[in-house]
């Protein structure tokens, strides 16, 4: 297979950097030993991808990510993973739930919630998490927003849940602070298998628009309490209602998108000294 490309510099991990050129990828085996290049030190390894370069074709170069269209590295999954989807319905006397996600989506957002707030907010996970959410749900709102806020959540964190699976060579945690104006909201989190939420928002106002901004924790507290993660949301700045309630979801979105892609240089392993992460 021949890859053309224009002529730059293509970087992989601990590698110093080779001019780019025309790519053609092997799929062959690799021997267990890397070979060593005087004049270009070899890359990381991978479940056997090679690069070989039209400049030097008689070199072959083993790298620990693909390569995209603008030249960054992307980091693949481990050989033999497939698709990270979750899908889960959830139908009580108080509501009718049906949710979608796909880890390694595109961002597509399909919310309808019955809640215009709590699908603005949803949209901002696929957004930024670059995960594909689909959220379908009814309830009985014409009470509150508490039943179907909650159990849009506990169905969002139990896909994710599903999606995950043995959570074999992800990153693991996440930490990322977003600003939105004067607003900046810090989330850390780790997909240890133990829920926990350490919440520290001060809202100022008791809703935005329709939505009861109490709703924002209950929202967390119940997707973790499916997911099985460690939590923590930490207010750092902000006045503004609506603006530290992006904020939180936006970060929550960057922090979770680290912790859920895949780490290269772990080739597939669990993420934990035990070697085992689950809910249990």
Do not use: W
Not at 136 to 145: E, F, L, R, V, Y
Not at 176 to 191: G, K
Not at 218 to 231: E, K, P, R
Request: proline share 6%.
């Amino acid at each position: 297979m021949e890859l053309a490309a224009p002529p730059r510099l293509v970087y992989c991990p601990n590698s110093s950097p080779l001019p780019k050129h025309s790519v053609k990828v092997s799929q062959r085996p690799i021997a267990s030993t890397p070979t060593s290049f005087a004049e270009h030190p070899s890359f990381s390894l991978n479940s056997g991808l090679l690069l070989r370069t039209s400049r030097y074709p008689h070199r072959l170069v083993a790298c620990a990510a693909s390569v995209a269209d603008n030249g960054s590295t992307i980091a693949a999954s481990p050989s033999g993973a497939g698709a990270r989807i979750g899908e889960v319905k959830r139908v009580t006397k108080e509501t009718n739930v049906a949710v979608k996600i796909n880890l390694d989506g595109s961002g597509v957002a399909e919310n309808n919630t019955g809640i215009p707030f709590l699908d603005h907010m949803l949209d901002q996970l696929a957004s930024h998490g670059l995960f594909d959410v689909h959220v379908k749900a009814t309830g009985d709102i014409h009470i509150d927003d508490h039943h179907t806020n909650e159990d849009v959540a506990l169905a969002i964190g139990t896909a994710f849940l599903q999606a995950l699976g043995d959570r074999r060579g992800i990153n693991r945690f996440g930490d990322f602070s977003a600003p939105l104006d004067e607003a900046l909201v810090h989330v850390a989190l780790d997909l240890s298998g133990r829920p926990h939420l350490g919440y520290d928002l001060r809202i100022p106002t008791q809703r935005v628009g329709a939505y009861d901004t109490q709703l924002v924790e209950h929202f967390f507290q119940s997707l973790v309490n499916t997911s099985g993660m460690t939590l923590h949301i930490r207010q750092l700045a902000g006045r503004n209602s609506h603006h530290i309630i992006e904020a939180t979801f936006k970060a929550f979105a960057r922090a979770l998108r680290q912790a859920t892609e895949y780490d290269p240089r772990r080739h597939g392993t669990v993420p934990s000294s035990k070697g085992v992460l689950s809910r249990s």
